[in-house]
């Protein structure tokens, strides 16, 4: 590529495959597992510009061993991800034995290719943009290896190269170094709001109503009492809906003997549980809710036109993010009864242990709104404060339970309907509840006011660095030598080197023969 094409002289395009001597990926066909052996890298691995082989599953040495040269990722390839979150590309840094999955290109280099220049290119915005264009797929959008052979990148003088590398070097190691602070400060306010959360939970958050009743010289209803209430409360509900419902069939009861037929809540097990504070009691959350039910499994769509169905990854940091919204038709079956209620708290029963049991609170927006099948909405009565369940759930004590609960299971972490009924709440007299959650509140959002700033800060810095990768390899970084030799001599260099080499390169085997071998 000329001047005219807006790269500076000695410069030139160079496709991948020029840069390159082999480019492949990993093998089509899923090798066993073992439990020990090889470690096997997938996508997940690959985690700020390193590959982190402290989770990778493991394959077979005899696996490993059958795989051709160029199958085998050694220190100084470049493995670049084509599948799903395709365009991020990692130098090998170390010689430790691994191998990778399909969704993982392995590109090795000519020995006189710049790689860490390389994989600085294919860093930038451009290049990305460059990946999704070649892309193809629905369900995951894949970068073919043809395609990815194809794609190219501005290609400096051999050591105008290197210096555009120590450059970069030098400015986004102090971007990164910036990162890690922010990243830090990150993980300093997940803390701050999980110790609010708990001070809360065991009474240390605010005065207790106990306290304030014996400062003041007044009474107050524990919580024992406003329990009683409570249940009251449940049970009126269920003999006004049992009612209703006998009535709609025709069959009016004639005594009082069906209400014998009340499905007594679940009562706390308070064995190993630790001591409240004065005024508190346990309470379940079957003995708190008047209903607690699964949503919908019917598959949603994007017609905005319809209902907004919530859904587990609208459950964030114990909120609800509505940014991103699925629908059911307007008339879908399941309406009225999957309708939710303002102060409707949803419960994330499944997924990872990690996410399951996150909570938060329904506020009415949008109306109306349903809620899919992967959540349990509780709908808890009069006299017990909404955002305090939450509080609890998401609270360390909480996922301390959910932890205990999904740890005692086989496969995927699910807490179901049942479980969730017998979860142990403490219940603080009702002003303490409102107390304890009004002084949370304004604590997180001020928590909430940080993060934002945190959050712009990382943005802002993603920003500059693609600003300064921009200048880089449009030549405008660092300065060109006059006695630097042109890109294109380099490339006579490569292709020199690629075709001394071609006989020595093993063709790859069948896929099927290297399931056979391991």
């Not at 600003?467 to 380099?490: C, N, V, Y």
Request: glycine share 6%.
């Amino acid at each position: 590529m000329s001047r005219a094409s807006g790269l500076p002289s000695g410069w030139t395009t160079a496709k991948l495959e020029d840069l390159f001597l082999t480019i492949t990926d990993g093998d089509h066909q899923p090798p066993p597992q073992s439990p020990t052996g090889v470690p096997f890298v997938v996508i997940g691995d690959i985690r700020n510009d390193s590959i982190n082989l402290s989770d990778a599953r493991f394959v077979k040495t005899a696996y490993y061993n059958s795989l051709p040269d160029q199958k085998k990722p050694a220190r100084g390839d470049l493995l670049y991800t084509v599948t799903g979150s395709f365009g991020i590309p990692v130098i090998v840094g170390s010689d430790d034995h691994f191998c990778v999955q399909r969704h993982i290109a392995i590109l090795k280099p000519a020995k006189a290719a710049n790689v860490r220049y390389i994989g600085l290119a294919l860093s930038t915005n451009a290049a990305l943009q460059q990946a999704t264009a070649l892309a193809t797929g629905t369900a995951q959008k894949t970068v073919g290896l043809a395609r990815l052979r194809s794609m190219t990148v501005p290609l400096a003088p051999t050591e105008q190269q290197q210096r555009i590398v120590d450059a970069l070097d030098s400015l986004l190691s102090r971007l990164d170094a910036a990162v890690a602070s922010l990243e830090r400060a990150q993980a300093k306010l997940k803390a701050y709001r999980a110790s609010v959360l708990k001070a809360a939970v065991e009474g240390r958050l605010v005065p207790t109503e106990a306290e304030l009743a014996r400062k003041k010289g007044r009474s107050y209803e524990p919580a024992d009492a406003l329990l009683q209430r409570i249940l009251k409360e449940r049970r009126r509900r269920w003999e006004e809906a049992e009612l209703e419902r006998t009535r709609a069939a025709g069959k009016a009861p004639k005594d009082d003997r069906w209400k014998t037929k009340y499905p007594e809540p679940e009562q706390p097990d308070t064995r190993n549980l630790p001591s409240l504070p004065e005024g508190w009691c346990w309470a379940t959350v079957d003995q708190l809710s008047a209903k607690v039910f699964y949503g919908s499994s019917a598959k949603a769509g994007e017609e905005s036109d319809g209902v907004p169905i919530l859904r587990m990854g609208n459950i964030i940091d114990g909120s609800l993010d509505l940014s991103y919204l699925k629908f059911l038709p307007l008339g879908h079956e399941e309406f009225p009864d999957l309708l939710l209620e303002s102060g409707d708290l949803l419960f994330n029963r499944t997924n990872s242990p990690e996410l399951v049991g996150k909570s938060a609170l329904y506020g009415g927006i949008p109306s109306p709104c349903s809620f899919a099948s992967y959540l349990i909405c509780v709908r808890l009565l009069t006299g017990i404060e909404p955002q305090w369940v939450a509080h609890v759930i998401n609270s360390p004590f909480g996922r301390q339970w959910v932890w205990r609960v999904v740890t005692q299971q086989v496969g995927q972490a699910n807490v179901n309907g049942s479980k969730l009924k017998a979860l142990a709440i403490p219940l603080p007299p009702f002003e303490e509840q409102r107390a304890c959650t009004s002084t949370t509140d304004m604590l997180f959002s001020n928590a909430d006011v940080l993060q934002d700033t945190v959050q712009r800060e990382v943005l802002r810095i993603s920003r500059l660095r693609q600003s300064i990768l921009k200048l880089a390899f449009e030549g405008r970084l660092t300065d060109h030598g006059q006695d630097d030799e042109p890109a294109d001599a380099l490339l006579a260099r490569i292709r020199a080197e690629r075709s001394a080499s071609e006989p020595a390169i093993r063709k790859p085997r069948s896929a099927r023969k290297l399931k056979a071998a391991s």
